[in-house]
């Protein structure tokens, strides 16, 4: 990764990543015995469309030595990997990669985007209705420490994972991990509602070089509520802080917030890939998760890694907001697809028709494409706040 050796670490990094030991497969050079490839997985519990909270495999980890690259190292830990977790595992598999040309042959699909943004705050301005809807909040905000604040952000979590598709669980030692970085702590301010927290939001500030003039920037980590009044409380205190020139965060895509200002030119976006997700277990996977609408149709499905997803599915989902049930057929396919389209649209952002339209989904039977892009769909859009 460029980081440098630093094996001086190994035991430290372990415990600080919660790495299961058990989940992670390195490579051996024949001839050294010297280790020159690993990849892992944690035991992720991630939010499906519909909100059931499901087990997934956090592919992380992926790295091959310099002196033995484009050997076929990182293919046969990636098959030998998929083969694994189809042997009993998650049903599903996800990944942030560092480069996106590499994933999609082993059947991984960009499930979600999200968006760098800045805001230029000498412009950015709430518009009366968005100040209406902050002012409305019942909230009062309090700074606090991270020890403070970690079990109302543990809360406020809690009740929005199952809300948008993508959003992991979270673990004691996770939260640990996000909010106690190498870097120091972020300042926490926590919206504490009549009855318990209702969002937070964690952001560090990088101050301006001068008194004189504000050049100091905000950079949000995680920005958090159970409701829009909240949402909109914890932005405009952001934007209203002193002696800051600029607000950054990675944002879903789209955003609410651009609703909120009065002009949204003044948010500068780029826009990023975000998850890869991989299906190891069709029938199982499309069980797992619930579809928009009603559907019946046959899949014809191509998986150059795991045999037992190929072939032709009888999917049916019986009303919408239910899962699917998908069976062998023999009948003709209505859509031809790759697992990996397959992959990209399980959270439900990326749609079967836009696949189609870049030739990666083919349809044989006229309207089949629009039934199954609506039934595939899922608002509100999925996200994945954190890198794992
Ligand atoms: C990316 C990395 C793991 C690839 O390992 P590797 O053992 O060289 O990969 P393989 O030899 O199995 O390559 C498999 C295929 O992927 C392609 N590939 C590998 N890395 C690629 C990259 N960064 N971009 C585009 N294609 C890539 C290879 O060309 C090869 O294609 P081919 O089968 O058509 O010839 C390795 O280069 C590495 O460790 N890079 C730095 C760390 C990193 O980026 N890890 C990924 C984190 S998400």
């Given amino acids: 990764m460029g980081w440098g050796a630093r094996t001086e670490d190994a035991d430290a990094v372990f415990a600080d990543r919660a790495i299961e030991v058990d989940r992670t497969f390195v490579s051996l050079d024949t001839d050294s015995g010297e280790i020159v490839g690993t990849t892992s997985a944690y035991s992720l519990t991630m939010s499906m469309p519909g909100g059931a909270l499901v087990p997934v495999a956090g592919v992380y980890l992926v790295g091959v030595e310099p002196t033995h690259r484009r050997r076929g190292v990182m293919s046969s830990m990636m098959r030998h990997q998929l083969k694994g977790l189809a042997n009993g595992g998650e049903a599903v598999a996800a990944l942030w990669t560092t480069d996106p040309a590499i994933y999609q042959r082993f059947g991984y699909g960009l499930a979600t985007w999200r968006s760098r943004i800045e805001l230029d705050l000498a412009r950015a301005m709430f518009s009366p209705r968005a100040d209406a809807l902050a002012s409305a909040s019942c909230a009062r905000l309090r700074q606090m420490s991270v020890a403070d604040a970690l079990p109302h952000l543990a809360a406020v979590h809690e009740e929005i994972v199952g809300s948008r598709p993508g959003v992991l669980a979270r673990s004691e030692?996770?939260?640990?991990?996000?909010?106690?970085?190498?870097?120091?702590?972020?300042?926490?301010?926590?919206?504490?509602?009549?009855?318990?927290?209702?969002?937070?939001?964690?952001?560090?500030?990088?101050?301006?070089?001068?008194?004189?003039?504000?050049?100091?920037?905000?950079?949000?980590?995680?920005?958090?509520?159970?409701?829009?009044?909240?949402?909109?409380?914890?932005?405009?205190?952001?934007?209203?802080?002193?002696?800051?020139?600029?607000?950054?965060?990675?944002?879903?895509?789209?955003?609410?917030?651009?609703?909120?200002?009065?002009?949204?030119?003044?948010?500068?976006?780029?826009?990023?890939?975000?998850?890869?997700?991989?299906?190891?277990?069709?029938?199982?996977?499309?069980?797992?998760?619930?579809?928009?609408?009603?559907?019946?149709?046959?899949?014809?499905?191509?998986?150059?890694?795991?045999?037992?997803?190929?072939?032709?599915?009888?999917?049916?989902?019986?009303?919408?907001?239910?899962?699917?049930?998908?069976?062998?057929?023999?009948?003709?396919?209505?859509?031809?697809?790759?697992?990996?389209?397959?992959?990209?649209?399980?959270?439900?952002?990326?749609?079967?028709?836009?696949?189609?339209?870049?030739?990666?989904?083919?349809?044989?039977?006229?309207?089949?494409?629009?039934?199954?892009?609506?039934?595939?769909?899922?608002?509100?859009?999925?996200?994945?706040?954190?890198?794992?």
Wanted: aromatic fraction near 6%; hydrophobic fraction near 45%.
């Fill in 173 to 388: 030692s996770r939260w640990n991990f996000l909010m106690r970085l190498e870097d120091g702590e972020p300042e926490v301010v926590v919206a504490m509602g009549p009855e318990g927290p209702v969002g937070y939001v964690a952001y560090r500030i990088r101050p301006g070089q001068s008194c004189a003039s504000p050049g100091g920037e905000v950079e949000v980590q995680e920005i958090s509520a159970v409701d829009p009044a909240t949402h909109a409380q914890l932005w405009r205190y952001l934007l209203g802080l002193d002696l800051m020139r600029t607000v950054s965060a990675h944002r879903p895509l789209p955003d609410p917030l651009v609703h909120l200002l009065v002009d949204l030119r003044h948010l500068h976006a780029t826009i990023d890939d975000a998850l890869w997700v991989r299906l190891v277990d069709l029938p199982r996977a499309f069980g797992q998760r619930a579809f928009a609408a009603p559907i019946d149709l046959v899949l014809e499905v191509t998986d150059a890694v795991l045999p037992a997803n190929a072939g032709r599915w009888r999917v049916s989902v019986d009303a919408a907001g239910e899962p699917a049930a998908a069976r062998p057929t023999r009948g003709d396919a209505d859509l031809s697809l790759d697992i990996s389209d397959l992959g990209a649209a399980h959270l439900g952002a990326t749609h079967l028709a836009d696949l189609a339209l870049a030739g990666r989904v083919h349809e044989h039977t006229p309207g089949a494409l629009a039934a199954a892009s609506l039934a595939w769909s899922w608002s509100p859009i999925a996200t994945c706040p954190e890198i794992f």
